[in-house]
């Protein structure tokens, strides 16, 4: 499976921004889908996840309520809907793809379950 994001940008404290996650050469119906960040100078992160038929979503407690994570599979595409922006939500974000065989707590907790990982988007909150 091979994963490419887009939509990262700069954007003002309180703005928004979608990023997308297209996915291609496998059934993306068999996969949760991730969204994970990293800034500078700090380890990577789960941000929200959804199941592979996106019946269930996960996000981190400091993005829920402002950030959603979306699927489409008939557009083989995740999506993560970034509203409120702060300052500190400023990384590099990257989507991943986890077989469905993984049960939900190791999917939301890890990203060891993640074998597949698109190339990073930047999105920068600033002033």
């Known amino acids: 499976v091979q994963l490419q994001a887009s939509g990262g940008g700069l954007v003002q404290p309180g703005g928004s921004l979608r990023l997308s996650c297209v996915a291609s050469?496998?059934?993306?119906?068999?996969?949760?889908a991730g969204w994970f960040r990293q800034a500078p100078g700090k380890e990577r992160e789960i941000v929200a996840v959804s199941s592979g038929r996106g019946g269930s979503t996960y996000s981190k407690d400091s993005v829920k309520g402002r950030f959603t994570i979306s699927r489409d599979n008939a557009k083989n595409t995740v999506y993560l809907q970034m509203t409120s922006l702060e300052p500190e939500d400023t990384a590099v974000y990257y989507c991943a793809a986890a077989p469905r065989r993984h049960i939900w707590s190791q999917v939301t907790t890890s990203s060891a379950p993640y074998d597949y990982w698109g190339h990073g988007t930047l999105v920068t909150v600033s002033s």
């Open positions: 050469g496998g059934t993306f119906s068999s996969y949760h």
